[in-house]
């Protein structure tokens, strides 16, 4: 009985594996095997000759991806950085405090999730311009906090609408100064928010292209543009091989923090604003 | 030891119009067990919170041994609060709990882990040091909390309602556990209750607040037998009253004229009596005796409580359950309130 009964569930379940791998595997299939192809050409099912040429252009000096990667790596984790530290203020004051306005204070955390960033930048654009802030890394890091804080804020507010500041009385209490009351006490309870925001200012950050391309002005190149550039060029290989690399940190991190990203995870509970 | 002196004290939060506290005097001696009593919400979690150094007060002083400690820091002021639901930190195991104080204020790691195996001893504790506070049932983590604010032998240990969230026959081992530390340690202790019996077992003195001011401060024995108003009467369970005016040992009332003690004072206001101090007679030849109707009888098992009615005053008497039998509601009963154990409230 129980085992006919399961079987709808079963097959939806297979079904959703399925619709997973096809969406968010398959695809990345052909760029693997583009970055190690000498020509693949229809209707081969599998390019008739391999060579590592791709790799070795990329990572060549003249390739400049290397570079791009570092200053892609400096760029996210500086964005992420700050978002954190912006973040986590703004959460516990969202997500504990009642305050006038809040509700509006909300809707524009909100707003760059929900408004083309392309709509912002613009107007961002000519007021960095006036500061000398375009086509500089700095700028580039601060025009990415515009999408990245919405996350970790919302993250954080999550994290600390459940979570109770008597502990900090309790701490000082017992004798703890402000700043030590806030590193025995408030960060291993509030960590798995910053864990789960962190990870996705990070992503949100590292996947930048419109931003970077419009306040960087040419001058940042981050991962993304270069592939676009190699991508648009038509270099298939190339274009494979620095994908790969692209999709690294993704992989690393998702797998890192996989345990904090489940439903149950106070960390997420914010995300049922969005 | 320390004298904890409270001069005025008064806490009006923002945006509040009524004061949670409302000019609160209180000197609570050196080495003594007091209890602030009072309902939910009278403002004694936020007296003690104030002497805590965790909120300011709004006007007012507090003094320890006669020195103003409102611009000390709730880390340096030596007051140790322990919160109602313990607030063990989740992250740390039982010693590193209890340890916590002493880490804070830099001591030696061995010796940390010392006065820690002292400190469970004395909570009769010895082997769960290395649990984590979710595997520990309600009374030990109550118990751990007692012991992460002793470690740092505090001038004032703080305590808010420590044994409202235990069972029965928990709370009365926590009260002895309480009771002999505080007695051994000697240290100034103020704990809240809104529970008037967890007060009166475990306090040398009470202090009951009602609406923000402090209505009496007084021994326990004294809120029984000698209540300051009918409020606070009410609040220690006695529903008793008569009302009339007393003058030279004869008090004057719709019952009729009641011999009250000399001592007691001229004037109008309520005869007040405790329910259990009611005797059922069998002949109405003693004084003060008057014939009530049975309205109502409850079977409290170690008891029995009676609602009676002496033409239209209501009257709670608590009674032996042998002497209750037989009785039945509508009864006619003859009851004797002694003059001892009258007493008049304004």
Same mark, same amino acid.
């Given at each position: 009985m129980s085992t006919r009964k399961n079987t709808p569930l079963q097959s939806l379940r297979v079904l959703s594996g399925i619709v997973l791998i096809t969406w968010l595997v398959l695809p990345l299939v052909p760029l693997a095997i583009w970055s190690f192809a000498k020509g693949w050409f229809f209707p081969d099912i599998l390019p008739k000759r391999w060579t590592l040429n791709a790799w070795e252009y990329t990572f060549s000096d003249t390739a400049g991806v290397i570079d791009s990667l570092w200053i892609?790596?400096?760029?996210?984790?500086?964005? #992420?950085?700050?978002?954190?530290?912006?973040?986590?203020?703004?959460?516990? %004051?969202?997500?504990?405090?009642?305050?006038?306005?809040?509700?509006?204070?909300?809707?524009?955390?909100?707003?760059?999730?929900?408004?083309?960033?392309?709509?912002?930048? !613009?107007?961002?654009?000519?007021?960095?311009l006036?500061?000398?802030?375009?086509?500089?890394?700095?700028?580039?890091?601060?025009?990415?906090?515009?999408?990245?804080?919405?996350?970790?804020? !919302?993250?954080?507010?999550?994290?600390?609408?459940?979570?109770?500041?008597?502990?900090?009385?309790?701490?000082?209490?017992?004798?703890?100064?402000?700043?030590?009351?806030?590193?025995?006490?408030?960060?291993?309870?509030?960590?798995?928010?910053?864990?789960?925001?962190?990870?996705? %200012?990070?992503?949100?950050?590292?996947?930048?292209?419109?931003?970077?391309?419009?306040?960087?002005?040419?001058?940042?190149? #981050?991962?993304?543009?270069?592939?676009?550039?190699?991508?648009?060029?038509?270099?298939?290989?190339?274009?494979?091989?620095?994908?790969?690399?692209?999709?690294?940190?993704?992989?690393?991190?998702?797998? !890192?923090?996989?345990?904090?990203?489940?439903?149950?995870?106070?960390?997420?509970?914010?995300?049922?604003?969005? | 030891m320390t004298h904890v002196s409270l001069k005025n004290l008064s806490k009006i939060y923002p945006g509040t119009q009524m004061p949670a506290l409302d000019n609160l005097s209180l000197e609570i001696p050196a080495g003594e067990l007091t209890a602030l009593l009072g309902p939910s919400g009278c403002g004694k979690t936020t007296t003690m919170k104030m002497i805590a150094g965790l909120l300011e007060p709004s006007s007012g002083d507090i003094t320890f041994d006669g020195k103003s400690v409102l611009d000390e820091k709730p880390e340096d002021r030596g007051a140790v609060m322990v919160f109602q639901n313990y607030l063990l930190f989740p992250y740390m195991s039982v010693a590193e709990n209890i340890g916590f104080g002493l880490k804070m204020r830099k001591a030696d790691p061995d010796q940390i882990k010392k006065r820690v195996g002292e400190m469970l001893d004395m909570v009769k504790l010895p082997d769960l040091g290395n649990r984590k506070p979710s595997e520990l049932s309600g009374g030990q983590q109550q118990r751990v909390a007692l012991a992460r604010a002793l470690i740092i032998q505090p001038d004032v240990l703080l305590l808010d309602?420590?044994?409202?969230?235990?069972?029965?026959?928990?709370?009365?081992?926590?009260?002895?556990?309480?009771?002999?530390?505080? @007695?051994?340690?000697?240290?100034?202790?103020?704990?809240?209750?809104?529970? @008037?019996?967890?007060?009166?077992?475990?306090?040398?003195?009470?202090?009951?607040?009602?609406?923000?001011?402090?209505?009496?401060?007084?021994?326990?024995?004294?809120?029984?037998?000698?209540?300051?108003?009918?409020?606070?009467?009410?609040? +220690?369970?006695? @529903?008793? +009253?008569?009302?009339?005016?007393?003058?030279?040992?004869?008090?004057?009332?719709?019952l009729g004229k009641i011999s009250i003690p000399k001592n007691i004072k001229t004037g109008q206001g309520a005869l007040t009596f405790r329910p259990e101090n009611i005797q059922i007679q069998q002949d109405g030849s003693k004084d003060n005796t008057f014939t009530a109707s049975v309205d109502n009888i409850i079977y409290l098992g170690t008891q029995t409580r009676l609602k009676l009615k002496i033409s239209d005053v209501e009257i709670d008497a608590i009674v032996n359950p042998r002497e209750a039998q037989g009785l039945s509601i509508g009864d006619q009963i003859n009851i004797c309130l002694p003059a001892e154990i009258l007493w008049k409230v304004e």
């Open positions: 892609t790596i400096w760029i996210s984790l500086a964005a #992420t950085f700050l978002s954190i530290l912006i973040g986590v203020p703004a959460g516990r %004051a969202l997500g504990m405090y009642k305050f006038k306005g809040k509700e509006l204070i909300e809707l524009l955390i909100l707003a760059p999730v929900i408004v083309p960033g392309i709509a912002v930048v !613009l107007g961002i654009h000519s007021v960095f006036f500061m000398g802030l375009t086509n500089t890394v700095t700028g580039v890091i601060l025009v990415h906090l515009i999408p990245t804080l919405p996350y970790m804020t !919302l993250v954080m507010s999550g994290i600390f609408a459940n979570y109770d500041a008597a502990f900090e009385d309790q701490a000082r209490s017992l004798g703890a100064s402000p700043l030590k009351t806030f590193w025995y006490v408030t960060l291993p309870a509030i960590m798995p928010g910053i864990i789960v925001g962190g990870l996705f %200012a990070f992503l949100v950050s590292w996947s930048q292209y419109i931003l970077t391309l419009l306040i960087g002005g040419g001058r940042v190149i #981050t991962l993304p543009l270069l592939l676009f550039n190699f991508a648009t060029s038509g270099r298939n290989d190339i274009t494979g091989a620095i994908g790969m690399i692209y999709i690294l940190p993704g992989i690393v991190i998702l797998l !890192l923090t996989a345990k904090h990203l489940s439903g149950r995870s106070g960390a997420v509970g914010g995300f049922g604003q969005i | 309602e420590p044994l409202s969230n235990l069972d029965a026959h928990l709370r009365l081992e926590m009260r002895d556990l309480i009771r002999s530390l505080q @007695q051994e340690m000697k240290i100034t202790t103020i704990f809240v209750t809104h529970d @008037q019996e967890e007060a009166v077992v475990l306090a040398d003195k009470i202090a009951l607040i009602l609406d923000g001011k402090m209505k009496q401060y007084d021994t326990p024995q004294a809120f029984y037998d000698a209540p300051i108003d009918e409020a606070t009467a009410r609040f +220690f369970g006695s @529903q008793n +009253f008569i009302h009339g005016s007393a003058k030279d040992g004869i008090f004057e009332s719709s």
